[in-house]
């Protein structure tokens, strides 16, 4: 009986020892400190690869610095203006001309109106003629002040039955008196019309000369005039380029515009093409964008 008790209490002993031991036999501890330092060196190459890519970002980025704007036709450089080269020339027929130093014949515009026509009889109070037709204009005073009376006037219209007349009449006399009240001059031209053709409501546009002092000043053609909101502007050459410069205007013509400031005898300006090169300031200006 004794016996039995030792054997029973060894094989009890030898299964518990059994249970204890791992289940499956004996697995290695993973090696969690080696794989930790193997994602430390990804992380830092990662860091490193996006560090690098930043710095490629800001070297673009900055490159962009004092970048001239390339637009269709033309380049504008800031503070310089828009480089003259045979890609400019040929896209806007580019003109470069001198600026003189002539006297400008100034003239203005007159849109009179026929008040009374040639089949009237002579009138014994106003002075006016039979065989003449009469109209009024009105115009500023400053100008009507320039006019003298019995100057000549070239007038054009689309008369009646006459698709493009064209005659010459005259100053006949300039009226101050409703300056006060309209703010306006009133010019009375006489027109010759033996045939009839201008009877009373036509309407006719003419152009009158101006007193000059004769006194030469900078002229430049009115096609090298810039009108912008901001003012007159004209394009002067700088060595390699055309820079918007602002001008004042004095005495003017169909043909020739007087600068009394802004240019000299002798300066370069651009004479054509001056509204297609302002685009292309403003494009590279004004969030036009790049154009390569």
Not at 4 to 10: D, E, G, V
Not at 14 to 27: E, M, N, S
Not at 52 to 74: D, I, L, M, S, V
Not at 193 to 219: C, K, N, V
């Amino acid at each position: 009986m004794k016996m039995n008790h030792i054997i029973i209490t060894n094989l009890l002993s030898l299964t518990l020892l059994v249970g204890c031991g791992p289940k499956g036999g004996a697995q290695p501890e993973p090696d969690h400190e080696g794989h930790s330092d193997h994602a430390e060196e990804a992380g830092g190459a990662n860091e490193a690869h996006a560090d690098k890519h930043q710095e490629g970002g800001e070297e673009a980025e900055g490159g962009h610095e004092g970048h001239n704007e390339e637009t269709e036709g033309g380049v504008f450089v800031p503070e310089k203006g828009i480089a003259i080269n045979d890609e400019t020339r040929a896209a806007f027929g580019l003109e470069i001309g001198d600026v003189t130093a002539e006297p400008v014949a100034a003239t203005t515009s007159l849109t009179a109106q026929v008040y009374r026509d040639a089949s009237e009889e002579s009138a014994d109070t106003g002075g006016e003629r039979s065989g003449r037709a009469y109209a009024t204009a009105t115009l500023d005073p400053k100008l009507a002040n320039e006019l003298t009376e019995g100057e000549e006037v070239a007038f054009r219209t689309s008369a009646a039955g006459d698709s493009d007349a064209s005659v010459t009449g005259k100053v006949w006399k300039i009226d101050d008196t409703q300056v006060p009240v309209t703010g306006m001059a009133e010019v009375l031209v006489e027109i010759p019309d033996a045939d009839g053709r201008f009877p009373i409501g036509t309407f006719l546009t003419g152009e009158a000369a101006l007193q000059s002092d004769g006194l030469g000043a900078a002229r430049i053609p009115r096609s090298a005039v810039l009108d912008t909101a901001a003012g007159p502007f004209a394009y002067v050459k700088d060595g390699d380029f055309l820079k918007r410069t602002p001008i004042k205007i004095g005495a003017s013509n169909g043909e020739f515009v007087e600068v009394t400031e802004g240019l000299y005898e002798g300066d370069e300006i651009a004479v054509t093409a001056v509204q297609a090169l302002y685009i292309t300031e403003l494009r590279a200006t004004k969030g036009g964008g790049h154009s390569h």
